[in-house]
């Protein structure tokens, strides 16, 4: 366990956004999953009150970006 704390302190920028995006498709799988949940609802009246599309779109464009970015620059080795 100290051995990926002691790569993630050391590991390079291109890495760290890779990270980053990552964790933000994340965040966007959990918003879409949420959404589809909120829509299977059997009481209408009760939706709650994030807005789960706007999460999801600006999460998964975060997160794409910053994916575009690194990718090209672990691929050279940085």
Not at 20 to 44: H, P, S, T
Not at 45 to 69: E, H, K, N, Q, Y
């Amino acid at each position: 366990m100290l051995e990926f704390f002691h790569g993630l302190i050391f590991a390079s920028d291109a890495a760290l956004v890779a990270l980053a995006g990552g964790a933000f498709l994340v965040l966007a799988v959990v918003a879409l999953l949420a959404e589809r949940w909120r829509n299977a609802r059997v009481r209408i009246d009760r939706i709650g009150w994030v807005p789960w599309t706007g999460v999801f779109l600006f999460s998964a464009v975060i997160g794409a970006g910053l994916l575009a970015l690194a990718i090209p620059a672990l691929l050279k080795g940085g």
